[in-house]
């Protein structure tokens, strides 16, 4: 089962422009990651933030996360087409379950030149 | 090339043909976990290793599925009798052992079709 969902399914903005990606998930974590998939590639990971952690920044990269909502985004500014890709939450639970990640369904991040 | 490598990349077989996937992580990584992403989803457990003992398995590993690491150092992941629903990207990824599940480092993935 997933454990996310990311808002939006798709998203298609023009190269310079910020790209903003929402993930929401149900359960307690220890921390939430985001990783990039080019089409028909595995995943990169791209950065984590710990469940104590409110903002992380990487790069053009920005991930906020907000345990009281189960939520978290990750902003991408002046974007690239080269960003063009698929992004995904996964979340690190807390005890039990598995180990390892559980990913959300994604965004479909498009970069128009 | 240090990275988790995954062999084949990609097989075509027939429904009721066995298939066996490869995965070679990175060295000194002895926590493997193997997922599968159908089209438009992102990627599901199936189960995962330390060292050469399988620690957990998803129910979505049915019986036609079991994966190994008996040395613990490469895995292989069979699927017995394929069905059409087995069709997917396999993808295995290995990490480093630690308290809290930090990043994952994937291999390319290997694409099964079942005609």
């Known amino acids: 089962s997933q454990q996310g969902e990311e808002d939006p399914q798709a998203l298609s903005i023009q190269e310079g422009e910020n790209a903003t990606m929402n993930c929401s998930y149900k359960?307690?974590?220890?921390?939430l990651q985001w990783y990039r998939q080019n089409s028909g590639r595995g995943l990169v990971h791209l950065i984590l933030?710990?469940?104590?952690?409110r903002e992380k920044h990487s790069g053009r990269l920005r991930v906020t996360l907000d345990t009281s909502k189960k939520s978290s985004s990750l902003l991408i500014t002046a974007s690239r087409a080269a960003d063009t890709a698929s992004y995904f939450c996964?979340?690190?639970?807390?005890?039990?379950?598995?180990?390892?990640?559980?990913f959300g369904k994604g965004t479909h991040l498009i970069i128009q030149p | 090339d240090t990275g988790v490598s995954q062999n084949p990349r990609h097989k075509i077989t027939k429904r009721g043909q066995n298939v066996t996937f490869r995965c070679d992580p990175i060295?000194?990584?002895?926590?493997l976990y193997w997922y599968r992403q159908t089209l438009g989803q992102g990627p599901e457990f199936l189960t995962y290793?330390?060292?050469?003992?399988?620690?957990?398995k998803s129910r979505l590993l049915s019986d036609r599925f079991s994966a190994e690491r008996p040395k613990g150092s490469f895995s292989t992941l069979e699927i017995q009798r394929t069905e059409q629903g087995d069709s997917a990207m396999y993808l295995c990824?290995?990490?480093?052992?630690?308290?809290?599940?930090?990043?994952?480092?994937f291999g390319e993935g290997s694409r099964l079709t079942v005609l």
């Open positions: 990824a290995s990490r480093v052992r630690g308290r809290t599940t930090g990043e994952l480092f």
């Open positions: 359960t307690s974590i220890n921390n």
């Open positions: 933030i710990r469940s104590n952690e």
């Open positions: 996964a979340t690190a639970g807390i005890g039990g379950g598995a180990d390892g990640l559980t």
């Open positions: 060295s000194e990584h002895n926590r």
């Open positions: 290793f330390q060292n050469e003992a399988q620690l957990e």
